[in-house]
């Protein structure tokens, strides 16, 4: 079976710093990889994703991942963050065995202060 | 550009009553799913379906039913609403996965809150 661990549930970070968010996965076939993002009351919209290639991922807002095989990881990076950013960012896996299915982390909160 | 679309946006229900959600998707996607979502426990699937006329159980199936008569729709049904379903669900819909296709994100709808009292 597949799991997502996300290893914060909540990160609070100062306007303009760096933030991490950490993901790591474990599963016996090869997944495809995911980061969502949620706004309050709002539905899930896609960051960026991993298929194959290339391990690090550039998605959208100045967010990047990296695809880490050996630790089952797929951490999400911002080199400097926005108030705007304040929102649950949800780690995902996609595997395909018999069927299909996309598991995904409880979610990490970012909380950007000024 | 309507993507996904769910209704009711927001329900109450009493403990005992059935209701039935609706997701319609306009990107021609073969795949649908519905999931729970609730504090600390980030999003979980219920049920998913990969292409019309097909559904199959997800992590947390039961007290649930769901139907894809339609490939554009996918139904979730409360046969007897219990207070332990109170939460938010999510429909979203995705292309099928295939390595050759890069579109492989799932596409959200808004959410129904649905509270069982």
Same mark, same amino acid.
């Given at each position: 079976a597949q799991s997502v661990t996300q290893l914060d549930s909540q990160v609070p970070v100062f306007e303009e710093a760096p933030v991490e968010l950490r993901c790591n996965y474990s599963s016996s076939v090869s997944v495809y990889l995911f980061w969502y993002v949620q706004y309050p009351n709002q539905g899930l919209q896609l960051l960026l994703k991993y298929l194959s290639g290339s391990t690090l991922v550039k998605g959208i807002n100045g967010f990047e991942a990296e695809f880490n095989k050996s630790q089952t990881s797929f951490h999400l990076r911002k080199p400097s963050v926005h108030i705007s950013d304040t929102a649950e960012y949800f780690c995902a896996v996609s595997v395909r065995t018999g069927g299909f299915k996309t598991i995904f982390g409880a979610g990490t909160r970012l909380f950007v202060k000024a | 550009n309507a993507g996904? %679309? =769910? %209704? @009711?946006?927001?329900?109450?229900?009493?403990?005992?009553?059935?209701?039935? !959600? !609706?997701?319609?998707?306009?990107?021609?996607?073969?795949?649908?799913?519905?999931?729970? =979502?609730? @504090?600390?426990?980030? !999003?979980?699937?219920?049920?998913?379906?990969? #292409?019309?006329? %097909?559904?199959?159980? #997800?992590?947390? @199936?039961?007290?649930?039913?769901?139907?894809r008569l339609k490939k554009q729709n996918f139904l979730l049904g409360l046969e007897s609403a219990a207070p332990s379903q109170t939460s938010v669900y999510f429909c979203a819909s995705s292309y099928e996965l295939d390595r050759q296709n890069t579109n492989t994100e799932a596409f959200f709808g808004q959410g129904t809150r649905l509270t069982v009292v």
């Open positions: - | 996904v %679309t =769910q %209704t @009711p946006k927001f329900r109450v229900l009493k403990t005992g009553q059935s209701m039935t !959600l !609706l997701c319609a998707q306009d990107m021609n996607h073969e795949y649908m799913y519905w999931y729970r =979502q609730d @504090p600390g426990m980030g !999003l979980r699937l219920i049920h998913y379906s990969v #292409g019309e006329g %097909t559904t199959a159980k #997800g992590e947390v @199936p039961d007290g649930y039913n769901v139907s």
